[in-house]
């Protein structure tokens, strides 16, 4: 069960585009679709953005996207906004009956 | 309105035992999967255990199997991780997750706030 592999950290301006990936392996990301993004700002719970690799569920802006190409999953925030700011974590089916998470990104707003 | 509500932490010396409950309202409990997730201090989150709606299937993460039991009682609307011979590493904010869907792997789309879990001597 070795932890997905994020970006330590990413940045954009306002009103721009980023994208964070998370690199698994065939047992994981790139096996199953089924891999979920969470935004978590500090001290607070996390917060289910993606699931299912692309569906977003409705209370969620159509600013965050899912996808994935082999075994590397990512999350698009397009016309990022101020409040985006927060760790972003992706996690994924594992095989076995487990979930792993990844090691978590950091997004700056600059 | 769906929310979960966790509570039983605290601290607990080395090797020893705690539970921990996530009651659950506001959505029909039983036809959904649960899992429990934690957060060490300044640290990523880290999938603990899972269970399926009706409590006959459990899952866990290999950091924990064999001294952690998760279980629900669909009567109360609860959810339970009965932790044993708890570690140092234990120590973290607990969270409980209700899943997407039936099975826990979907996702989960509603947290509670977190219980914290202080494992010292």
């Known amino acids: 069960q070795s932890a997905l592999t994020q970006p330590a950290s990413v940045s954009g301006s306002p009103g721009q585009s980023i994208t964070i990936s998370c690199t698994g392996t065939s047992s994981d990301v790139g096996g199953y679709n089924l891999v979920s993004w969470y935004q978590q700002h500090p001290g607070k719970a996390p917060k289910l953005m993606i699931h299912e690799g692309s569906k977003r569920p409705s209370a969620v802006s159509n600013r965050f996207s899912g996808s994935k190409s082999g075994n590397t999953a990512s999350l698009t925030i397009s016309g990022l906004q101020a409040e985006d700011e927060a760790d972003y974590y992706c996690c994924s089916y594992a095989g076995s009956s487990t979930l792993v998470f990844g090691g978590g990104t950091k997004l700056t707003v600059l | 309105e769906v929310q979960v509500l966790e509570s039983g932490g605290g601290l607990v010396q080395p090797g020893g035992s705690l539970r921990l409950s996530c009651a659950a309202s506001?959505?029909?409990?039983?036809?959904?999967?649960m899992s429990w997730v934690r957060q060490a201090p300044g640290k990523g989150l880290e999938w603990v255990s899972g269970i399926s709606g009706s409590g006959g299937s459990t899952y866990y993460a290999d950091s924990v199997k064999g001294r952690f039991t998760m279980s629900r009682d669909n009567s109360k609307n609860t959810v339970y991780l009965q932790m044993n011979s708890l570690r140092a590493e234990d120590t973290a904010v607990y969270y409980c997750g209700k899943g997407v869907g039936y099975y826990y792997y979907y996702g989960m789309d509603v947290w509670g706030q977190g219980t914290t879990v202080t494992v010292s001597s």
């Open positions: 506001g959505f029909t409990f039983s036809s959904y999967a």
